[in-house]
């Protein structure tokens, strides 16, 4: 509710605040003291208030004291005012019985009114309802007079009437027992039409007796005109359902039967196109004047078609349908999956032709939801077929899985058995041996979750330790005699669990450096090969009539996301697995001191032995597979192990020659002590001294290094630690070249 404005008093202007503030509907006190307090002090916003405090107390007893007359005269005034009241209750108690009166004759009249109306409604239905069953008397008296007209007329011998004649006089019977159905139905409950209801009923026999044999009879002469009449008859007595049962009956069933078991001994896929190719050719060659009445076909009177009718749906398809399911149960037996999904594609191209038959859009979609069709779909057990088909899809991948990482067969792109299972599961979900149309959801479905088992396994397979090479030929024996029951992958920590377990079981659960290498091959192969996939599935999606292609392309480049998300993991194994093989004999620079100290040793002119060793694992994997992997991975796969073995090695040679220089000056400081000539370190012949023939043979070992960096396809610069290897033993050259005499 709105506040109703009031007018305040006028103040003083000396006021620090306005008096306007108080008749806000936000008004706080709170904030209105804190504003106040900001122009003058709390004593004198007291004096403010409290003078405005007395100018509006004032205010109001000017309010009062001016309307105070009109308050006491209120009393004055209403002297006399019971007298006036008593007066007029006589006049009004008077008016409110007559009012009354009036009212009760009114209601009377109304209600006389209303019996008089409700026994005229009663009258008229009643005569309706007389009407009514007079109307059936005359249809069946009429109906009647025809049929023992035409009797008499068929026992003359003067006078024969033709089909056609016949034709005209049921359709004139069958208007007027039109017209009799309706008054009967209106007339329900009477016991004058449950008298006539046995002429009734005999009526009704003989006259679908009559247009049975009437259009039977039109069907074998092919006489247009006459079954044109026989079914204009059937559309205006509302049974074109019976004359389409009878067509089925009569002329469909027979033909069915002995088309279905003729072939029946020949279930196979060819018997069946055979069988349906003939069940096809009953259309044109039996159907053709029913369709050329109805609609389906051109006339050529040009006459205006019957409507009402689908004897393909209704008629023709009911019993090819159930010819099948009762005389072909095998059809739809899913034992054979090979043979089920033949014979399923060869029916379903029948069910595709048999449309096409159809006479417009109209009738196929009444042909789609009539349950005879319905009915014959579902006879086809296609889960059951694709549990066969996952069982067989998903055992040859888990079995592929679990062999110990076969080698994949000739000729196939991929490396590992376990990578060309997964591929070759992928394409059978979407070969034409394999898919059917209804299906495609739960394919794609499977097709997604091959990919995440692929994914785990990679995933799986990086956590496996890493065989080394006096364990790799033990290992494959054992993982040939564990193919039938292997073992489950081990997780990092098993062989601290297990303790003394089995050396077989530790090995088969164990991976070797090449078996990594050749799966991130078959991962840039299978990441590279799901764009075709794609191409693939599309046409096959098409075919249902799916659209949304961003979802499907999206979701496999999830699944390719992945598979791209596990090839760093493995090449990190795969470049740890290098770098310390690299440097288990890269470690073996610890003993050049002890190769030349005190053994008289010729001068180095060649590297040491170890280093060959040490780089015989990068020149295997760029021979071996090189031609596998790409070229960015392999180098980069190069230079991260080599980076990490050359500061492992960079840190040992540093190692070894500060300890020759702390043994030089030990030996300094004891010549020094002994004021005695010492054993001097150089040789017999005063040729270079053992802590220079160390120097010198570390440095060559560096430069071999080098060398073979760069045959390796590598930049020295780019492999971390070789600057500074390459500078500490350059070092170590000039100081044995300063120290020769």
């Known amino acids: 509710m709105e506040r109703r404005q009031m007018n305040l008093p006028t103040g003083p202007d000396t006021l620090c605040f306005d008096k306007d503030e108080f008749m806000k509907e936000a008004f706080d006190v709170d904030r209105f003291v804190a504003d106040c307090q900001t122009r003058v002090q709390l004593e004198e916003l007291r004096d403010h208030l409290e003078l405005c405090y007395r100018r509006l107390k004032m205010a109001m007893v000017e309010l009062i004291n001016k309307d105070y007359a009109d308050f006491v005269n209120l009393s004055t005034n209403l002297v006399g005012m019971d007298k006036a009241l008593s007066q007029l209750s006589v006049p009004l108690g008077q008016l409110r019985e007559e009012v009354l009166s009036l009212r009760s004759s009114v209601s009377e009249g109304i209600r006389a009114v209303d019996e008089r109306m409700s026994k005229q409604e009663d009258i008229r239905k009643k005569k309706m309802c007389v009407l009514r069953l007079i109307q059936v008397i005359r249809s069946v008296e009429k109906i009647e007079k025809i049929l023992n007209s035409q009797r008499s007329k068929e026992t003359s011998s003067l006078e024969t009437s033709s089909p056609l004649l016949t034709g005209q006089i049921l359709e004139r019977i069958a208007m007027e027992f039109n017209q009799l159905q309706f008054h009967a139905v209106q007339s329900k409950g009477m016991p004058l039409l449950d008298a006539v209801r046995p002429r009734i009923a005999g009526i009704t026999a003989l006259l679908q007796q009559s247009l049975e044999g009437l259009l039977l009879e039109g069907l074998q002469t092919s006489c247009v005109d006459i079954v044109r009449h026989c079914l204009r008859t059937y559309a205006t007595i509302d049974k074109t359902r019976d004359a389409e049962a009878l067509v089925g009956q009569v002329l469909v069933k027979p033909f069915v039967s002995e088309v279905i078991v003729e072939h029946s001994a020949e279930p196979h896929a060819a018997g069946l196109q055979v069988m349906y190719d003939k069940l096809l050719d009953f259309v044109p060659h039996h159907c053709r004047l029913l369709r050329e009445v109805t609609g389906g076909a051109v006339s050529s009177e040009k006459a205006t078609p019957v409507p009402g009718y689908d004897f393909l749906v209704n008629s023709v398809w009911p019993e090819i349908a159930q010819g099948l399911e ?215 999606l098409e075919m249902i009539g799916f659209e949304n292609f961003s979802s499907i392309s999206d979701a496999l480049e999830d699944s390719r996301s992945a598979l791209l998300a596990c090839i760093p993991t493995l090449g990190h194994r795969v470049t740890q697995d290098l770098s310390e093989s690299c440097f288990s004999h890269l470690r073996s620079a610890l003993e050049v001191p002890r190769l030349y100290r005190r053994t008289n040793k010729e001068v180095p002119t060649t590297a040491s032995s170890y280093m060959e060793s040490a780089l015989r694992p990068f020149h295997q994997l760029q021979e071996r597979h090189g031609g596998r992997l790409k070229p960015t991975v392999l180098q980069q796969w190069l230079e991260g192990a080599l980076s990490v073995s050359t500061c492992k090695y960079c840190e040992t040679v540093s190692d070894v020659l500060s300890s020759v220089r702390k043994m030089e000056e030990s030996l300094k400081r004891l010549k020094q002590a002994r004021r005695a000539p010492a054993a001097s370190p150089a040789g017999p012949s005063g040729g270079m001294s053992d802590d220079d023939k160390i120097r010198l043979q570390l440095a060559l070992d560096a430069e071999y290094l080098g060398e073979q960096i760069q045959k390796l396809g590598l930049h020295p610069s780019h492999v971390q630690g070789f600057a500074a290897l390459t500078e500490l033993v350059a070092a170590a050259r000039d100081q044995a070249a300063a120290e020769q005499p």
């Open 326 to 540: 009762e005389k072909l149960p095998s059809l739809f037996n899913p034992g054979d999956p090979d043979a089920f999904h033949q014979k399923y594609t060869v029916t379903m191209d029948f069910v595709r032709r048999f449309e096409q038959q159809c006479g417009s859009q109209a009738s196929v979609r009444r042909l789609r939801v009539h349950p005879a069709y319905l009915s014959f779909s579902n006879k086809w057990n296609l889960p059951v077929y694709f549990q066969i088909r996952f069982r067989e899809v998903a055992g040859s991948l888990e079995a592929a899985l679990a062999g110990g990482l076969e080698d994949a067969p000739a000729g196939s792109p991929y490396c590992l058995l376990a990578s060309h299972r997964t591929w070759c599961s992928l394409r059978r979900c979407w070969s034409d041996a394999t898919f059917l149309p209804p299906l495609a959801p739960r394919l794609w479905r499977l097709t997604l979750q091959i990919l995440a088992r692929f994914s785990v396994f990679v995933q799986e397979l990086s956590l496996r330790p890493i065989a080394n090479e006096s364990a790799k030929d033990v290992k494959k024996l054992s993982v040939a005699g564990g193919k039938d029951a292997p073992t489950a992958p081990a997780t990092p920590g098993s062989g601290d669990n297990q303790g003394d377990g089995s050396l077989d079981a530790k090995l088969v659960a164990s991976v070797s450096n090449a078996q990594l290498v050749l799966m991130v091959a078959d991962l840039d192969r299978l990441q590279e090969q799901l764009p075709e996939l794609l191409e693939t599935i599309r046409p096959k």
